[in-house]
């Protein structure tokens, strides 16, 4: 067992198709071994969601010297924890998933199914780290992320995180970046969220939409405001979301 | 605009038809004018999913003086963002979803569709609450909850809840609680979280399951504990969820 490199899992929302994990796979590769256990059809906005009504299933796409990709018709924490249960000989030293196709900063931590992955692996107790792009693109460029993502990957592998903590990290689409903030998650909301569609008979259809109304868009903390200005986005993310501040005052209601 | 009765928004996932909803707007309807906003079918474990690959739609199920009651195609954020946008004239004074059949506590927040729904509704700036019930039973018996339900929403309209602060509150099955405790999100995982199912080709299916490993049990702080012992367990929770104590640290890493 010693001298082994270090296991490291990927997955993401987007797909086992999608660019950004092609990419993710290509940044991390030279840190350790890689297992890869990605949705077979893209999961965007499926936060930690589970599949609790039907059996998932998964298969092998590929294996090659330190790379096993897997598809899963699950979402990104089923994946997760079915990679853990069945494709991993051993505990991963690290949970990635990503390069998202779009913009995780903010509130869209709580919708992001790349972060609902990183949430899981964090709660089994593994360093976790989610990355993200500002941009849809099916072909945004990647390269000008990597070295950040390598280095960032590195850093975690070498340093672990705190129980419970994991990251969430975006970068915006520029050819070259400031650098890196360490953030707080952006206060604000989601508006406009809905293009009403159609009516059919008593049905009214609409489609998800909207823009980011961010509340306090000059505070320079935020992650929205370092990659509106260019910056890498890191933003330390609690799966223990205990209100602890607010137990004192609750226990005077009752 | 004067001595409006409170507004009070109620979704779920289990969906419109489930016995937990109907007791809800039982207990709820006292208290004010409700607007029911549900899934059309059952979303257990959807988190804060939304639906961004389809359009969704929704109809109107029934109306009663102080009472109208729409099913919606998506999931309970869904419902939650698209009540905002279309069915409701004022903003709600209270967002309540549940009662949920089956536990909530501990890690289960971040996959609780039930949750995700709270969770929106707290986004959205207005004081938000889960209630779920520790039984999958479809023919539980939520009575013993009732006058709980009812006093906690009753407090959370007159008192409010801080920005960004929502309450998950889960319930034993007893026909006799012994009372509320403010509790903590427990520590702990899933385990043994897979049933193999079957193998067709190279396809391995599984089918999720898993119990509950509390690392923590005999702390009487966290909410698995409560319920364990017979009480009613209120964790207050965060949709900030910066973890604010590791920004320094990480400020020194680059």
């Given at each position: 067992m010693e001298n082994q490199r270090p296991l490291i899992l990927i997955s993401n929302?987007?797909?086992?198709?999608?660019k950004g994990i092609s990419e993710l796979i290509k940044f991390l590769r030279p840190l350790g071994e890689i297992v890869v256990m990605a949705p077979n059809a893209p999961r965007s906005g499926?936060?930690?969601?589970?599949?609790?009504?039907e059996p998932i299933h998964y298969q092998l796409v590929r294996k090659d010297v330190g790379l096993s990709v897997y598809k899963c018709s699950g979402t990104p924490v089923d994946c997760v924890k079915l990679a853990f249960h069945t494709v991993l000989d051993r505990t991963p030293d690290l949970v990635v998933c990503g390069v998202n196709h779009g913009d995780n900063s903010g509130v869209n931590v709580h919708f992001s199914g790349t972060m609902g992955g990183v949430i899981e692996g964090c709660l089994k107790g593994v360093p976790s780290i989610g990355f993200s792009l500002c941009s849809h693109e099916?072909?945004?460029?990647f390269d000008p992320s990597g070295p950040y993502i390598r280095n960032i990957a590195r850093l975690v592998l070498e340093k672990g995180l705190p129980p419970l903590t994991c990251l969430n990290v975006n970068f915006p689409v520029a050819k070259e970046m400031k650098g890196i903030k360490i953030c707080e998650q952006s206060k604000g909301d989601w508006i406009n969220e809905w293009e009403s569609f159609a009516h059919r008979g008593n049905s009214h259809y609409y489609w998800l939409s909207g823009e980011f109304r961010?509340?306090?868009?000059?505070?320079?903390?935020n992650d929205h405001w370092a990659l509106e200005n260019g910056y890498v986005a890191i933003t330390p993310i609690k799966?223990?979301?205990?209100d602890y501040g607010f137990i004192d005052e609750l226990q005077t209601w009752f």
């Amino acid at each position: 067992m010693e001298n082994q490199r270090p296991l490291i899992l990927i997955s993401n929302d987007d797909g086992i198709v999608a660019k950004g994990i092609s990419e993710l796979i290509k940044f991390l590769r030279p840190l350790g071994e890689i297992v890869v256990m990605a949705p077979n059809a893209p999961r965007s906005g499926s936060s930690a969601a589970l599949t609790v009504t039907e059996p998932i299933h998964y298969q092998l796409v590929r294996k090659d010297v330190g790379l096993s990709v897997y598809k899963c018709s699950g979402t990104p924490v089923d994946c997760v924890k079915l990679a853990f249960h069945t494709v991993l000989d051993r505990t991963p030293d690290l949970v990635v998933c990503g390069v998202n196709h779009g913009d995780n900063s903010g509130v869209n931590v709580h919708f992001s199914g790349t972060m609902g992955g990183v949430i899981e692996g964090c709660l089994k107790g593994v360093p976790s780290i989610g990355f993200s792009l500002c941009s849809h693109e099916p072909n945004a460029d990647f390269d000008p992320s990597g070295p950040y993502i390598r280095n960032i990957a590195r850093l975690v592998l070498e340093k672990g995180l705190p129980p419970l903590t994991c990251l969430n990290v975006n970068f915006p689409v520029a050819k070259e970046m400031k650098g890196i903030k360490i953030c707080e998650q952006s206060k604000g909301d989601w508006i406009n969220e809905w293009e009403s569609f159609a009516h059919r008979g008593n049905s009214h259809y609409y489609w998800l939409s909207g823009e980011f109304r961010d509340v306090d868009s000059e505070n320079e903390k935020n992650d929205h405001w370092a990659l509106e200005n260019g910056y890498v986005a890191i933003t330390p993310i609690k799966v223990d979301v205990t209100d602890y501040g607010f137990i004192d005052e609750l226990q005077t209601w009752f």
